[in-house]
């Protein structure tokens, strides 16, 4: 039939080409109605004469002896297999939440060997196309019996066995649309020497797959397809290329001699003795002089093979396998990539992109059911604790402080900025700190901290780290204040390198400056009596880093001149107070430190503001005192 329809094709185009010759039938026309037909008649193309029509794909399917053998002999194949599955376990994963309860996870997992187990179960499923964790808890659990994991108790979980697919055989595939356990075998089966046959409930099964089958009814046998499967023609062809330079290497130089009446004398076997250990004699006296010695009638000449281009035939076999397992070359085969300026890097990246997203949508779906067992068996809730797969990419030492620095200089920005409140960027840099893991026992050492009500530091400047006279310690709200009497409020903070900011003042002509214990910032000053237990203390540090939006001004009727500068931080705790309730006398908030109450004989117009770094200490608490002018003493210049 089809030679019936290509001779009808072959009529009915000769035809057409005999009215367009004849200028009966318009060209265009005609390559729009033959299009590629004409043009696969004519080359042929696409017709019985091209041999690539006659090739089909078919299946061949690769039994358990074949995957041995293919594992255990091949390392291509081993390869294959293994590196996956290790690099999807080789850093494995942090368990997030409170410091008690990720502790009982991590001696769970440990106790019960979860990652080894994880690791094995893995490369079965890849070897021969499924594998599964039997989750054995209990004493006289009933493994046909479907496992209530919110029943498991504190240790409950006994083992668990990794069985290959051969080893546990799934029974008919679950196809009721509302069953839990749709998709997976209605039961497993496995033989046991003391208990016969033994059938296991799908609930107490943690389920892996090689590589799925993406119709449900293929899974005639419950489980999906080796990965060697659809690997094996490239692993094949790279293993015979490699085979095949080794055998090339036997031949790569061979001695040729011309021997005279050679086919006539063959048949006598004295002559034969005679000749072989004639030329065995030639052969060693070659060796030892470097000459070949030989009858005049005889002639010898030596045939070389050429490999040049072995090497490169070979390393495409081994790019095909590799590109075929979705995996770098060098990490296949262990080797610097070639070329200049090549690192390799950017392939590892996109490998280990890769193994992330597989870890994200086969690992963690697949241990869902071990891992809320897990939790049960650590004594753990639920929603306690929960994980992060670990970066394959391992930063070096300085990288990691590199990033570490950025990182603390994007929360100070923020901090500046007031776009977040102080207290919850605190709490939210706490937590990054504590799930990086660079400081041990961190979440510990804050719990402490936070019963003891110990107050939050920062480091200084080093200018503040050793002032030269003793600092007042800031008042901390007493017990009595949260009894809720209303009183007045002023609120301040000390500024703890206040020797920048007087050596600034006398190097621009400042006659004489507030006292270095005196220097501080008013973040509150409230007539009108408040509950200070409703404004809270702040006792964290605020820096100011250098910079930023300064100018020296003259302020109200007293003769102060001060240094105004911008702090998002300072600006969002004076809202905080005026929402509780405090009274403020001015338009607005702008942070200052008064420099000096005699400034008369100074422009602040012609001052170039001080520009370095501002460091405060913790809040002050006191009672608003109407004549504190009385209580401020000047340091005269040079004194």
């Not at 494995?92 to 939440?97: E, F, H, K, L």
């Not at 929960?386 to 929360?411: H, P, V």
């Not at 009274?583 to 602040?604: E, K, L, M, N, R």
């Amino acid at each position: 039939m089809a030679h019936a329809l290509y001779d009808a094709i072959d009529a009915t185009a000769a035809g057409r080409l005999a009215h367009i010759s004849q200028g009966s039938l318009d060209p265009i026309s005609a390559d729009a109605a033959l299009s590629d037909s004409l043009r696969n008649l004519v080359s042929g193309l696409g017709t019985e004469r091209d041999k690539a029509t006659h090739g089909r794909f078919a299946n061949e399917w690769l039994d358990k002896f074949q995957l041995d053998a293919m594992y255990q002999s091949d390392w291509l194949a081993g390869k294959i297999i293994d590196a996956p599955a290790d690099d999807m376990t080789r850093e494995w994963r942090t368990w997030n939440g409170p410091a008690r309860a990720v502790a009982a996870v991590d001696d769970a997992e440990e106790d019960l060997r979860v990652r080894e187990r994880v690791n094995h179960v893995l490369k079965l499923a890849r070897l021969y196309g499924g594998a599964g964790i039997y989750i054995g808890v209990g004493e006289d659990a009933d493994p046909a019996k479907e496992l209530d994991v919110a029943s498991i108790q504190r240790g409950d979980i006994r083992y668990l066995h990794v069985l290959s697919r051969y080893e546990l055989w799934a029974g008919n595939i679950d196809r009721d649309p509302v069953s839990p356990y749709f998709g997976e075998p209605e039961y497993y089966m496995m033989s046991s020497p003391t208990a016969g046959g033994v059938r296991i409930h799908p609930s107490r099964v943690v389920r892996f797959l090689g590589q799925a089958r993406l119709e449900l009814s293929r899974q005639v046998d419950g489980w999906g397809l080796p990965v060697l499967q659809r690997l094996y023609d490239a692993i094949r062809d790279a293993v015979a290329s490699n085979q095949g330079l080794a055998a090339m290497v036997q031949e790569a130089k061979v001695d040729v001699i011309k021997v005279k009446g050679l086919t006539q004398n063959a048949v006598d076997e004295g002559w034969r003795r005679r000749t072989l250990a004639r030329f065995s004699l030639a052969n060693q006296a070659k060796s030892l002089v470097g000459a070949m010695l030989l009858d005049a009638e005889e002639a010898w000449e030596q045939k070389k093979l050429s490999l040049a281009d072995m090497p490169k035939v070979i390393s495409t076999f081994l790019e095909i396998a590799s590109g075929a397992a979705d995996m770098p070359v060098s990490r296949l085969l262990g080797t610097a990539p070639g070329g200049l300026n090549s690192t390799g890097e950017a392939d590892i990246r996109h490998y280990y992109d890769s193994i992330s997203a597989r870890q994200r949508t086969e690992l963690s779906p697949g241990l869902r059911r071990l891992d809320e067992a897990i939790k049960r068996h650590a004594g753990v809730g639920k929603r306690s604790v929960s994980y992060t797969w670990n970066s394959l990419w391992q930063m070096t030492d300085a990288e990691r402080a590199d990033i570490g620095l950025k990182n603390a200089q994007r929360t100070q920005v923020v901090r500046q900025t007031g776009l977040v409140p102080v207290r919850a960027l605190a709490q939210a840099e706490r937590s990054r700190l504590v799930q990086s893991g660079e400081f041990p026992a961190l979440e510990d050492a804050l719990q402490q901290s936070e019963a003891r009500r110990d107050p939050d530091f920062t480091m200084p400047s080093a200018s503040a780290q050793a002032p030269s006279e003793p600092r007042p310690s800031p008042r901390p709200i007493e017990a009595g204040d949260a009894a809720g009497r209303p009183r007045t409020l002023y609120v301040s903070r000390p500024v703890l390198n206040a020797a920048d900011i007087i050596a600034w003042a006398r190097s621009h002509g400042f006659a004489s400056t507030l006292e270095a214990d005196d220097l501080h910032v008013t973040v509150a000053f409230s007539r009108k009596p408040l509950d200070w237990a409703a404004v809270g203390s702040d006792w964290e540090t605020v820096s100011v880093a250098p910079g930023g939006k300064r100018q020296v001004k003259a302020l109200g009727d007293k003769g102060a001149v001060v240094l105004r500068f911008d702090s998002g931080a300072l600006t969002e705790r004076w809202r905080q107070i005026i929402a509780a309730g405090a009274s403020w006398d001015h338009d607005g908030f702008q942070p200052h430190v008064t420099i000096t109450y005699a400034g008369g004989d100074v422009d602040p117009a012609s001052v170039q503001p001080y520009d370095g770094p501002l460091v405060l200490g913790a809040e002050r608490f006191a009672e608003v005192n109407e004549d504190w002018l009385a209580r401020v003493r000047e340091e005269p210049a040079g004194s």
